[in-house]
């Protein structure tokens, strides 16, 4: 069984003061202003991909 993962801050208000949600896995509720949030994996990008990309050269 994998481990939770925890963020360490609020991604709207930017307070540490989090707990697990009762909305089921992967779901936090922050305190301080009061929104539920979840965090999710995406994938793993390919080699050589880059997500600051804009279809051109790099300067």
Do not use: V
């Amino acid at each position: 069984m994998s481990e939770r993962a925890a963020p360490f801050y609020c991604p709207y208000c930017g307070d540490e003061d989090l707990r697990p949600g009762e909305q089921g896995h992967g779901a936090w509720e922050c305190r301080a202003c009061s929104r539920a949030f979840q965090l999710k994996f995406l994938g793993l990008l390919a080699p050589g991909t880059s997500s600051n990309s804009h279809g051109g050269e790099e300067i």
